[in-house]
């Protein structure tokens, strides 16, 4: 890695964003349209089961992901603590411009937010 560059981020809009290519950005993508995620939505979106490492990653750059848990069935009967990733709408909104060139740009490098 290059002293020039702090993990795998890149300058979108204002502030810097993880590259639109990576899992990181498909993930901050999906929040910024306003959308929870699960780790089980992380997997089947972008093949990745650490949804969990990709939260504290983007909070640690400054987007305040709120993590929630919540009980659901499970198949067998019983109930499971699911966690829900979301970033507050005000962010989103805050986002403005910029967050909305970001979506298109993961949207553009084929990610599906």
């Known amino acids: 890695m290059s002293a020039s560059r702090r993990d795998d981020t890149c300058?979108?809009?204002?502030?810097?964003?993880?590259r639109p290519t990576s899992v990181k950005g498909r993930v901050l993508a999906v929040l910024l349209t306003g959308a929870e995620l699960t780790h089980l939505d992380?997997?089947?979106r972008f093949g990745s089961s650490r949804l969990a490492h990709h939260a504290f990653v983007l909070r640690g750059?400054?987007?305040p992901i709120q993590t929630v848990e919540r009980s659901v069935p499970t198949s067998a009967g019983r109930l499971a603590a699911i966690a829900y990733s979301a970033l507050p709408a005000a962010t989103s909104d805050?986002?403005?411009?910029?967050?909305?060139?970001?979506?298109?740009?993961v949207a553009a490098a084929g990610g599906q937010p």
């Not at 300058?11 to 993880?18: I, L, N, R």
């Not at 805050?94 to 740009?105: H, K, L, S």
């Open 11 to 18: 300058g979108v809009g204002t502030g810097a964003y993880p």
């Open 42 to 44: 992380c997997w089947e």
């Open 61 to 63: 750059a400054g987007w």
């Open 94 to 105: 805050q986002a403005g411009e910029a967050g909305t060139a970001y979506i298109a740009a």
